[in-house]
């Protein structure tokens, strides 16, 4: 992923250190927010242990909550719960293949038990 710090843009490395993007273009997702990095990695091994794929995304959302929001390339923004991420984004996956939610969508999956589907 990448991100912006003291007005300059960096990529994320798997390592956590940050390494200045001096390309105008980039196809990875843009993280706002005040970033924690180790925050960062351990989301996005959440992610990958998820059926959800990491490359759908565009954008990304860090919360001081340690919460995260993710934005898709097919223009669902899916806002996460704070300590279900994987299963969250397993049901995201399992409810578009089944054809249950349309483009331009808002999917909150931060209340217990339930899941919020609203227009954008």
Sequence with gaps: AQTKRN???YFIGSNGK???NNYLVS???FV???LDLDEFLNFKKEIDKSNF???NITK???FKSKRWDIETSKGYLIKLSKDNVEK???MFVRLYNEDKIINDLVIDFR???QIIINDK
């Design 32 to 34: 706002f927010g005040d």
């Design 7 to 9: 007005g300059f843009d």
């Design 60 to 62: 990304l959302y860090y």
């Design 53 to 55: 794929d990491f490359k």
């Design 18 to 20: 940050l390494i200045r």
């Design 27 to 29: 196809n990875l997702p």
């Design 88 to 90: 969250d984004l397993n």
């Design 111 to 113: 209340q217990k038990n």
